[in-house]
């Protein structure tokens, strides 16, 4: 088969991360490469953009200014939440037809990889000449088939320095610190809130993942016998853990409960459960300082807190994806994997081997009393969020003798 001459539309969806145009730029310099690329464009808002043609021509743009936009952090192209159904894919279509588009790259997680399967479904019954491929982005971690995903990295990296700083925090004023990190299903991003620990005492002390079901008394019981040993406690949670019957924890502790655009429960914006959690802990124990933040927003594009190897694999899968579209004339999902002890090769795997999908983190990942994770996990992590990583250091000095209190 020859070469398809047309265009090329990128796009991005979902959560931004710190990386994500990383990706967006490695794929417009790549594209314009081919002689057969007619433009690059870019599609403002994701899916909402492509459907109004509201587009950027790339082709256009310097690439001094490509490779500063691929420093910055979130999504330069802005992103949506639409979630789209057939009848919005048909409408998709038809815009790319009428632009004469013969290369669609979407940069985004679960429901982007969708979304690029049911377009490229719609080329096929079409008899249109096109080609389709997923770029993977997404802090949760959880796209199956991939070792780990661009923007997992530098969030990872932000929420260890996070818990690094409030670990001491806390030790210099006790009391039981609550974090509520990110994670409906996989419980990766939580995870990483251990990457920071230098010594046995640091936290945080327990760790929270919606892998496992969450015990409310049990949660009491694990803070109890850390305080006691310590003198104070740091929990890390993920703001999707559920009890065993799989109801989110924070609908078991409120009455009324927000839903997002797509019928989910909300479990971001707020700081809900950790409220909840620390409320419950004044009632039922004697410890008098407890504090709870909801991370939130600040994981996902923390300027200055990047790492550099998320950043350098987020570009090679946007230039990945433009090489098998327009080397190879092939549709599909880039995947990353990894070889020995640290590094990657990337793949390319049918649309419908990911869209859909949710990785959660294996059982040799997490400890058996479910309050922690593994050596295992601290390994696989570990080379993810990059050189320079800041750990704390403590006064070494000797006590001197009390001569009036002996």
Not at 65 to 76: C, D, F, G
Not at 208 to 225: G, H, M, N, Q, T
Not at 242 to 267: C, F, M, W, Y
Not at 303 to 330: F, P, T
Request: charged fraction near 20%; charge should be negative.
């Amino acid at each position: 088969m020859g070469k398809l001459h047309g265009k090329v539309l990128i796009a991005q969806g979902g959560g931004p991360t710190a990386v994500i145009n990383q990706s967006l730029v490695g794929a417009v310099l790549e594209s314009r490469k081919f002689p057969q690329v007619e433009a690059v464009y870019g599609a403002i808002h994701g899916v909402d953009g492509i459907v109004n043609e509201n587009f950027l021509d790339l082709t256009q743009e310097t690439t001094n200014n490509l490779e500063q936009v691929a420093m910055t952090p979130a999504s330069a192209l802005c992103s949506t939440r639409v979630k789209p159904d057939n009848d919005y894919c048909v409408e998709m279509f038809k815009v790319m037809q009428a632009h004469d588009i013969r290369y669609f790259f979407y940069i985004g997680g679960n429901d982007s990889s969708d979304t690029v399967r049911i377009v490229n479904e719609q080329a096929k019954k079409a008899g249109y000449e096109f080609r389709a491929i997923h770029i993977p982005k997404t802090i949760d971690n959880d796209l199956v088939l991939n070792d780990h995903t661009p923007g997992f990295g530098s969030a990872a990296r932000f929420v260890s320095q996070a818990i690094t700083g409030v670990n001491l925090d806390n030790r210099a004023l006790p009391g039981v610190y609550i974090a509520v990190i990110m994670g409906r299903h996989a419980g990766f991003l939580t995870a990483a809130s251990i990457l920071g620990k230098k010594y046995p005492d640091d936290g945080p002390h327990l760790i929270y993942l919606p892998e496992r079901s969450f015990k409310i008394a049990s949660f009491v019981d694990d803070v109890k016998e850390v305080y006691n040993k310590h003198g104070r406690c740091i929990v890390a949670v993920s703001e999707g853990v559920s009890d065993e019957n799989h109801v989110p924890i924070i609908t078991t502790l409120q009455d009324t409960i927000e839903k997002d655009a797509h019928g989910n429960v909300q479990l971001s914006g707020t700081g809900a459960l950790g409220d909840l959690l620390s409320n419950h802990l004044k009632k039922t124990t004697e410890i008098k300082r407890i504090r709870a933040d909801t991370f939130g927003y600040l994981q996902r594009s923390f300027m200055g807190c990047v790492s550099d190897v998320d950043q350098r694999e987020a570009r090679e899968v946007g230039e990945k994806a433009a090489q098998y579209a327009l080397w190879h004339n092939l549709d599909g999902s880039i995947t990353i994997n990894r070889i020995g002890y640290y590094a990657v090769d990337y793949t390319l795997v049918p649309l419908e081997s990911i869209a859909g999908k949710t990785k959660v983190m294996p059982d040799e990942f997490i400890n058996e009393k479910g309050n922690n994770v593994t050596d295992k996990f601290f390994s696989y992590a570990r080379p993810l969020i990059g050189s320079g990583v800041e750990f704390a250091h403590r006064i070494r000095a000797p006590k001197v003798d009390k001569i009036l209190n002996t």
